[in-house]
């Protein structure tokens, strides 16, 4: 039999080489060597290996992606359930004689045309484990036209200046070394499948969206863009591994990686100090990267343009387009508190786009006073991962305590390469039309990122409230409160735990949410009265949020059904041309587009979903909420500012509410 310590020394090899060729684990000829000297019959053991080889690497710790291909499929909700929820969901927003109608509607539906359709997208997902995979990713993100960076890509601002890195002058270099150090670990740890998987319960989530965090780019298309993605786990072969630097309109990349290592601070320091000196001291770069804030057609046919003017150019591109990520050297200082963080905000989704290329699924944002901020392309992936990410570097540079306490020392590696892209008058030209046009666009939003400080996550479980409700419903509260009727409103309820799912809509302003926010208004009321009401707007909520998450939400099912009558060349079902459809937030008109981004300190941002509308990210901590509130100066209905002012009131009447309403 094979000795404990020979077992002992086996489980240490497998452990120590996770994420490598499993048939290479454990029968290296070092390997092999020092577990043989263990023991006394070396045929034994051969054979007692052999007989063990697959029950170990089963037993072994998991993988990252090991359950890809395990998850359920995505289920198709049955037709009459879907319906039934959509007419709950539009009664806040019509009177009795619209209701009737578009009940009346919604019947013929569901009998008549709804039927066969419905048929249809059962049989689609025979054939595909995520039937709306394709069909979201080109709707939602590559069929749009207008500037996806200012109007789709999510961005935010880093946490760090709560802890060890607050606004400081010159510690651009020297702490971008450090958080980029980080996030190449975390590229490790995805590409070994070392990350561990994220799980509901014992069920394993999809973690699909991890791999399109590195590597990843958007290509302009004429009618439609496309999604790249080079990443590839170690078992999977040979992966990218160099940076993109976008500094004063200039572009460069280093390879992150030197003889099977990554660079090191001290060595990354060396990297961007070299970049950031060249670029101070030399005339300013022609900021090619602009191109990618413009309307997508426009950036297609200049793309186009500049590959026929020098093919080099397409290299050119195609590195950037395969790169892990850019980091971005931003001029810009912006102020920033634990308290007030809408300066780095508003500074992550409407900065420099010279120094940002919109396209890509990660922008680190290093400003010049040491704070940072990211922007991404939603495409890829949902904030999801990016908040899981940043959330797991804040904690490395917490451990640090925000220092490099490594070696210093520093390998002969090759220095950063500048990318000169060959262009001409006219490319020149576009590059400044882009940059007006982005000016003009993001001068009109207007973004407030506030901490409510009062109390957080602990008084509202103390209350047996469940947190991200009770911000739910402050929302639907201040929308009222400052609007005088109910805001139709998207929260994003998550679907990973199905194959490569992604989002479902979860609808906040339900009757039981309006009635609620009526009583609130009302001085008649009781305050008894009022907290029941509130109480049944929880339960409603929590219920719903449940069933979205469990692939028995409405909107991406009747997303569907309209897909497939498009696909096959149908008629568009009078139910989505109904105005009921678009008033209650169907096809993308919700007022209030809402996020939570969790339980971190990681915070995030996004423009509204229409002009008249509000975007709405927050975080939840113990001790505080943060939010993050934009809107558009030019709609006169709205107002950020003031929307959080009556958020915050909203908080502090609810928590009353619960305490004084026994009295």
Not at 629 to 645: G, N, R, Y
Request: net charge neutral.
């Amino acid at each position: 039999m094979i000795s404990s310590k020979s077992l002992h020394f086996r489980d240490c090899v497998f452990y120590n080489m996770r994420g490598r060729d499993p048939s290479k684990i454990g029968k290296s000829g070092v390997g092999r060597h020092k577990y043989l000297s263990n023991s006394g019959c070396i045929i034994t053991i051969l054979l007692q290996i052999h007989i063990m080889e697959n029950q170990v690497l089963e037993s072994s710790e998991e993988r990252t992606f090991q359950y890809q291909s395990s998850l359920p499929s995505l289920p198709v909700p049955a037709l009459d359930e879907s319906l039934r929820k959509y007419l709950d969901a539009v009664k806040p927003f019509l009177n009795q004689e619209e209701y009737q109608r578009t009940e009346d509607i919604v019947k013929k539906f569901e009998h008549g045309i709804g039927k066969e359709l419905q048929h249809k997208l059962l049989e689609r997902a025979k054939t595909k484990k995520n039937w709306l995979e394709e069909w979201w990713l080109n709707v939602a993100y590559l069929d749009a036209r207008i500037p996806t960076q200012i109007y789709y890509n999510f961005g935010g601002p880093g946490p760090y200046l709560e802890h060890y890195w607050p606004p400081k002058e010159g510690t651009q270099i020297e702490r971008g070394c450090i958080a980029t150090w980080h996030t190449l670990k975390y590229w490790e740890l995805i590409r070994t499948e070392k990350l561990a998987v994220h799980r509901h319960g014992n069920m394993p989530l999809d973690m699909n969206q991890f791999r399109m965090l590195f590597c990843t780019c958007k290509i302009p298309g004429i009618t439609r863009d496309s999604l790249s993605s080079y990443f590839r786990t170690e078992s999977e072969g040979e992966c990218p591994s160099h940076l993109i630097v976008l500094c004063r309109g200039r572009v460069f990349a280093f390879d992150a990686v030197h003889e099977d290592h990554i660079l090191s601070p001290p060595e990354i320091f060396r990297q961007l100090a070299y970049i950031q000196k060249r670029c101070h001291n030399e005339p300013d770069g022609p900021g090619l990267a602009a191109l990618t804030s413009g309307e997508r057609t426009k950036w297609a046919e200049t793309r186009e343009y500049l590959i026929n003017l020098n093919p080099k150019n397409l290299n050119l591109l195609e590195k950037i387009q395969s790169s892990l990520f850019v980091i971005s050297l931003d001029d810009s200082s912006p102020d920033g508190t634990p308290e007030d963080y809408t300066p780095i905000t508003k500074l992550a989704i409407t900065g420099d786009p010279t120094v940002c290329w919109g396209d890509k699924s990660y922008n680190c944002i290093i400003f010049s006073n040491g704070t940072f901020a990211s922007n991404c392309d939603h495409s890829p992936f949902d904030a999801m991962a990016l908040v899981v990410m940043c959330s797991s570097l804040d904690q490395k540079i917490i451990e640090s305590e925000g220092r490099w306490k490594g070696s210093d020392k520093v390998r002969d590696i090759p220095w950063p390469e500048e990318l000169v892209f060959t262009l001409n008058q006219k490319v020149l030209n576009d590059i400044g039309r882009a940059k007006e046009l982005y000016a003009q666009q993001v001068s009109d939003l207007q973004l407030v990122n506030y901490a409510f400080t009062a109390f957080g996550k602990a008084l509202t479980k103390k209350n047996r409230l469940h947190p991200d409700t009770f911000v739910q419903l402050a929302v639907q509260l201040a929308y009222y409160k400052l609007h005088g009727h109910p805001g139709c409103c998207y929260e994003t309820a998550s679907t990973r735990r199905f194959f490569h799912g992604r989002t479902e809509t979860m609808r906040p302003c339900t009757m039981e949410a309006v009635e609620w926010c009526r009583s609130m208004l009302d001085p008649s009321c009781s305050l008894h009265k009022r907290q029941q009401l509130m109480l049944k707007a929880f339960a409603k909520h929590n219920k719903m949020m449940k069933e979205c998450e469990n692939g028995k939400g409405f909107d991406r099912h009747l997303l569907g059904l309209l897909l497939i009558a498009k696909e096959k060349g149908l008629p568009v079902p009078e139910l989505f041309t109904d105005p009921a459809f678009t008033r209650s937030g169907g096809g993308g008109n919700f007022v209030l587009s809402t996020s939570l981004t969790g339980y971190t300190k990681v915070s995030g941002a996004m423009v509204p979903m229409i002009h008249h509308g509000y975007g709405f990210f927050y975080r939840i901590r113990d001790d505080r909420i943060v939010v993050t509130c934009t809107a558009w100066k030019s709609c006169p209905e709205t107002d950020a500012e003031m929307l959080c002012k009556n958020l915050f009131q909203s908080f502090q009447d609810m928590i009353q509410l619960m305490a004084t309403a026994h009295l």
